[in-house]
């Protein structure tokens, strides 16, 4: 357990089971938290390149069965702008000790590919329950806070329909939306984290 700033503790247990008996004591005291997805839960994420989007996906998870990995999901990578299908194809496995055998692999269904570690993201995650970054809303437990006028409760109940200057963000109270990503509270997370390698000139 430590202590935070803005009367804040963080509670890290030691085991699994332990994780859950936590989660649920908060939940009936109706105490506001927030936590993320166990490891034990998470997909071991890979990319899969050199694979034509032709390919069935089907077949890929099968290959992958059949060598030991147990697919969770797989998808076909699109170029952004164009949406354009590309020889890239994102693999979550479920969490096993052989995980990290995949990358062992360099054919699959005939054809010379290659499994790599995805890309890490430099962007903060943002609530969209609490507005509160590092976390996302599918493990908040927070007070809803609205992406617009800062009140208690979720954006999509906000009686203000209309867009116009009269906004407020809950993270700094200037007059903008809490997800405008020029927010000062956000900036100052994002240098924190991920500080520049060489100064800019």
Same mark, same amino acid.
């Given at each position: 357990?430590?202590?935070?700033?803005?009367?804040?503790?963080?509670?890290?247990?030691?085991?699994?089971?332990?994780?859950?008996?936590?989660?649920?004591?908060?939940?009936?005291?109706?105490? &506001?938290?927030?936590?993320?997805?166990?490891?034990? &839960?998470?997909?071991? @994420?890979?990319?899969? #390149?050199?694979?034509?989007?032709?390919?069935?996906?089907?077949?890929? #998870?099968?290959?992958?069965?059949?060598? +030991?990995?147990?697919?969770?999901?797989?998808?076909?990578?699109?170029? !952004?702008?164009?949406?354009?299908?590309?020889?890239?194809?994102?693999?979550?496995?479920?969490?096993?000790? %052989?995980? *990290?055998?995949?990358?062992?692999? %360099?054919?699959?269904?005939?054809?010379? +590919?290659?499994?790599?570690?995805?890309?890490?993201?430099?962007?903060?995650?943002?609530?969209?329950?609490?507005?509160?970054? +590092?976390?996302? =809303? $599918?493990?908040? !437990?927070?007070?809803? !806070?609205? /992406? *617009?006028?800062?009140?208690?409760?979720?954006? $999509?109940?906000?009686?203000? *329909?209309?867009?116009?200057?009269? /906004? *407020?963000?809950? %993270?700094?109270? &200037?007059? !903008?939306?809490?997800?405008?990503?020029?927010?000062?509270?956000? =900036?100052?997370?994002?240098? #924190?984290?991920?500080? @520049?390698? @060489? #100064?800019?000139?």
């Amino acid at each position: 357990m430590k202590i935070l700033h803005n009367d804040q503790v963080r509670i890290q247990p030691t085991e699994g089971s332990v994780y859950y008996t936590i989660v649920k004591a908060l939940m009936e005291k109706n105490t &506001e938290f927030h936590t993320y997805k166990p490891k034990q &839960e998470r997909s071991f @994420r890979v990319v899969l #390149k050199n694979t034509h989007p032709s390919t069935d996906l089907n077949e890929v #998870k099968q290959s992958l069965t059949d060598k +030991g990995h147990v697919v969770a999901n797989i998808w076909n990578v699109q170029q !952004r702008v164009t949406n354009k299908p590309l020889p890239m194809h994102f693999i979550g496995i479920k969490p096993h000790d %052989n995980n *990290k055998e995949i990358y062992e692999i %360099n054919t699959l269904l005939n054809t010379i +590919g290659q499994f790599e570690a995805p890309h890490t993201h430099r962007e903060i995650p943002q609530c969209m329950r609490c507005q509160n970054f +590092g976390h996302t =809303k $599918n493990y908040c !437990r927070n007070n809803p !806070r609205c /992406v *617009k006028c800062a009140a208690e409760h979720l954006t $999509n109940y906000c009686p203000r *329909k209309v867009r116009d200057d009269k /906004v *407020k963000c809950v %993270n700094c109270n &200037e007059k !903008r939306p809490a997800n405008y990503r020029v927010d000062m509270v956000h =900036k100052q997370i994002q240098q #924190k984290l991920y500080p @520049r390698v @060489r #100064k800019q000139i």
